[in-house]
């Protein structure tokens, strides 16, 4: 069976960090791509972050470029996003998904995890 746990959120102080992690079963990392989704009260699910672990290459949403940091580690099947500089407008529910294509739109994306909450303070 598939499945994609996300974890690490919490709530941390504006200018904050904390590290979020997905643990994939049922599938090997290198055959996809995960990425990183994030959802804020009343508005639209949208793309944060995606790594090809078979290539290494990796893609950013313009609003954290800079700041967070996507990486893998292959032994673990785990796909790390590692957050710095959080503002409050990082407050959301963050969702890993994995896609057999490297890309930000979430159509492409099979499988889903359920999701952690994020909640930076000012």
């Known amino acids: 069976e598939v499945q994609l746990q996300a974890s690490g959120g919490g709530l941390v102080q504006a200018g904050g960090s904390l590290r979020l992690s997905c643990a994939a079963s049922?599938?090997?990392?290198?055959?996809?791509?995960i990425g990183w989704f994030r959802q804020a009260p009343g508005k639209e699910r949208e793309g944060v972050s995606v790594?090809?672990?078979?290539?290494?290459?990796?893609y950013y949403a313009d609003s954290v470029k800079g700041r967070f940091t996507i990486s893998s580690d292959n032994a673990r099947n785990t796909v790390y996003l590692g957050m710095n500089s959080l503002k409050p407008e990082d407050t959301a529910v963050y969702y890993c998904?994995?896609?057999?294509?490297?890309?930000?739109?979430?159509?492409?994306?099979?499988?889903w995890g359920q999701g952690t909450q994020v909640t930076v303070s000012s």
């Open positions: 998904a994995a896609s057999k294509i490297g890309t930000m739109s979430e159509l492409e994306y099979d499988y």
């Open positions: 790594i090809s672990s078979s290539d290494g290459s990796t």
């Open positions: 049922g599938f090997t990392i290198d055959d996809y791509a």
